[in-house]
């Protein structure tokens, strides 16, 4: 275990390595716009994402059953994640009227489809994980009345032993 984290560490080094010299040969401009977006990054996750997932965490408390807790929760996570991805391609169309390979998808469309995978999948987990119901009882009825038996007259004590020697006439 001790040279597979050793591994994965000299990896990681070497891939944080080769991303610091792709960023140093960019221009100044590149850097900006990779700084802004960062900075943004993090500010919409501080601001944005993390209130509103406690927001809909609270209220999805309040609402729904216990049993949906966990399912909601993890679906409200994706859609929450699938809108932040979705913010840079959705309010920018037609950005460049002159190179129609630039949002050459219809964005809407994909995000919708992948909002109902989620929620479809959602409901597939609950229906599947349903409490099963078992098939209600007959009524008990009181057990039918039988004679009491009497009670049964203890045995007599034993005799005592007679000693041997002596004989019965």
């Known amino acids: ?21 792709l960023l140093l040969q960019m221009n100044t401009t590149d850097l900006k716009s990779i700084a802004t977006w960062f900075i943004g990054g993090i500010l919409a996750e501080n601001l944005i994402y993390g209130p509103a997932a406690a927001v809909v965490g609270l209220l999805g408390h309040h609402l729904l059953p216990a049993r949906w807790w966990k399912a909601s929760a993890i679906g409200a996570i994706c859609t929450l994640s699938l809108l932040l ?9 037609n950005a460049v009227p002159g190179n129609h390979t630039i949002l050459d998808r219809n964005y809407p469309a994909g995000l919708a489809l992948s909002l109902l995978t ?12 349903r409490p099963h119901r078992v098939a209600a009882r007959p009524v008990a009825t009181a057990p039918p009345k039988v004679p009491p038996v009497p009670p049964e007259v203890p045995p007599a004590p034993p005799q005592p032993a007679e000693p041997s020697g002596q004989q019965r006439e």
């Open 1 to 21: 275990m001790t040279v597979f984290r050793i591994l994965l560490a000299l990896s990681g080094i070497g891939f944080a390595a080769y991303g610091i010299d």
């Open 85 to 93: 991805l979705a913010v840079p391609v959705l309010g920018r169309a």
């Open 118 to 129: 989620v929620w479809v999948a959602v409901a597939v987990y609950l229906f599947m994980t």
